[in-house]
Each structure stands twice: as structure tokens, then as C-alpha cells.
T-cell receptor, first 111, second 115 residues
Framework: NAGVTQTPKFRILKIGQSMTLQCTQDMNHNYMYWYRQDPGMGLKLIYYSVGAGITDKGEVPNGYNVSRSTTEDFPLRLELAAPSQTSVYFC??????????FGPGTRLTVL | DQQVKQNSPSLSVQEGRISILNCDYTNSMFDYFLWYKKYPAEGPTFLISISSIKDKNEDGRFTVFLNKSAKHLSLHIVPSQPGDSAVYFCAASVYRGSTLGRLYFGRGTQLTVWP
């Protein structure tokens, strides 16, 4: 099992550009999450999903959108990128019982 | 408002000694607590957890202690090894039925273990 995979690993965007961060899990987990981690800060929840077709906002959803058309995939869309979105983004999945499994992260810089 | 707090951003310990990482929480509804370890350029990985019905959970060199009345938990690593050098995140959640709810994370503590 690959677990949780994220692409790309790194990306530099210009202000106003858009992009999609990809996340895929192969553990058949219903729950998936997007977090961002700013320097010296903990992980802040952006969006989460409890199953295909169902998504909901976390603590910091502004400027982002998500979709969940399959169990495996949970892409995060940034529209009109802003410098405040410079961060490391982690995707995680959860089977419902013990713990969340995290991907390796995407480091995004908006200039 | 930070519901989970790790007030020490860094900790430096000599190899072989005990490392004690602390975590405080404010929400009395939290009933499940986890520690994650994170190496640079990697995602957090689960280390150890504890339910609020216990006050101690041990796994090898790692022990987590929970003091519900003080809303405080700590992670003890004995003996500390250089490979333990990483950022440690404390997280808390509420169990809903048999399902763990969303996690609330602290800001992390950078542990450095020197030879």
C-alpha cells in the first residue's frame, strides 16, 4: 500500500494564479482531510470529507475549494492565490478507529 | 483560540536521558489524545495515543501520561536517541460513538537529542 500520496511536492505560484493539490489514498478510508501548517504553528484544518460526495469546512476554508467524487481522491483547489496561502499542505485519511495517516506534504509558495 | 497548547517550542536533551514533552488543553470534552512525530519534508506520523479513561499508556520507550483534572498530558521518551530528533505534535479529539472526531493540534515542540 502506498498510503496517502500528494502531488506536487513543491510549487511556486504567482499572485492570482490557481492550482489544484492532488491527494490520493489507497486504504479505502472514508474520511479525508486537508491541513495547512504555517511556520511555528500547528496544523489547521481547511476542509474535510466523510465520504464520496460529502465535504465540509474546517477552521480556515477561505480561498480554497474541495471535491470528493471518489473514495480515493480528495483534491484541494486554490483560486486566486494570495501570499497568505504560502504554507505546507498536508492531506490525511482516516478509517474511523485509530489515527489519521498523513501524506508527505506539498510546499507552496505564492509570490 | 488554541484549544491544544504546547508552550515549549523546543527541547534539547542528551542521548540516553529522558525527554519530557508537555501539552495542555482547554476543552473538557476532549476524550482522546494523540502524539505525532514529524521529520523535515515528511508528513506527521502517529506515535502513541491515550483515552481519557486511562492515565498512562506505554509503548516501548514512549509513555504518555494524562492528568484530566489539570487538562495536561505529557510524553516521556526514555532513553532518548538521536533518531528521536523531530517535531512532536500533540492532538486531541472527541470520540463520537465508535468514530474519532476531527483532531485539534498544538503548535509542536522541536526535540533535539544530542550525543
Amino acid at each position: 500500500n502506498a498510503g496517502v500520496t500528494q502531488t506536487p511536492k513543491f510549487r511556486i505560484l504567482k499572485i492570482g494564479q490557481s492550482m489544484t493539490l492532488q491527494c490520493t489514498q489507497d486504504m479505502n478510508h472514508n474520511y479525508m482531510y486537508w491541513y495547512r501548517q504555517d511556520p511555528g504553528m500547528g496544523l489547521k484544518l481547511i476542509y474535510y470529507s466523510v465520504g464520496a460526495g460529502i465535504t465540509d469546512k474546517g477552521e480556515v476554508p477561505n480561498g480554497y475549494n474541495v471535491s470528493r467524487s471518489t473514495t480515493e481522491d480528495f483534491p484541494l483547489r486554490l483560486e486566486l492565490a494570495a501570499p497568505s496561502q504560502t504554507s505546507v499542505y498536508f492531506c490525511a485519511s482516516f478509517g474511523g478507529a485509530d489515527t489519521q495517516y498523513f501524506g508527505p506534504g506539498t510546499r507552496l509558495t505564492v509570490l | 483560540d488554541q484549544q491544544v497548547k504546547q508552550n515549549s517550542p523546543s527541547l534539547s536533551v542528551q542521548e540516553g536521558r529522558i525527554s519530557i514533552l508537555n501539552c495542555d488543553y482547554t476543552n473538557s470534552m476532549f476524550d482522546y489524545f494523540l502524539w505525532y512525530k514529524k521529520y523535515p519534508a515528511e508528513g506527521p506520523t502517529f506515535l502513541i495515543s491515550i483515552s481519557s479513561i486511562k492515565d498512562k499508556n506505554e509503548d516501548g520507550r514512549f509513555t504518555v501520561f494524562l492528568n484530566k483534572s489539570a487538562k495536561h498530558l505529557s510524553l516521556h521518551i526514555v532513553p532518548s536517541q538521536p533518531g528521536d530528533s523531530a517535531v512532536y505534535f500533540c492532538a486531541a479529539s472527541v470520540y463520537r460513538g465508535s468514530t474519532l472526531g476531527r483532531l485539534y493540534f498544538g503548535r509542536g515542540t522541536q526535540l533535539t537529542v544530542w550525543p
